[in-house]
């Protein structure tokens, strides 16, 4: 078994009416963080959100490339 422990870290919360395709959501925002070699420590879906964990410090990158493809 694998752990690693990071002391800091930012969670994205995408929460909207049309998330029901939460993995299609999902989907959209992992391709660009992996364009941009953001590392996605964690994620979950639940109901209409999709929670995004990504190193501390990572937030101003990951909100400048979500920003074309969502409303932020």
Request: glycine share 8%; aromatic share 10%.
């Amino acid at each position: 078994t694998f752990l690693q422990v990071v002391a800091s870290v930012d969670l994205l919360y995408l929460h909207g009416p049309h998330f029901q395709d939460r993995y299609g959501i999902a989907d959209a925002a992992f391709s660009p963080l992996g364009k941009a070699n953001i590392p996605i420590l964690a994620a979950a879906c639940a109901g209409t959100s999709v929670y995004i964990v990504v190193p501390g410090g990572c937030a101003t990158e990951v909100e400048a490339c979500l920003t074309e493809t969502f409303v932020l």
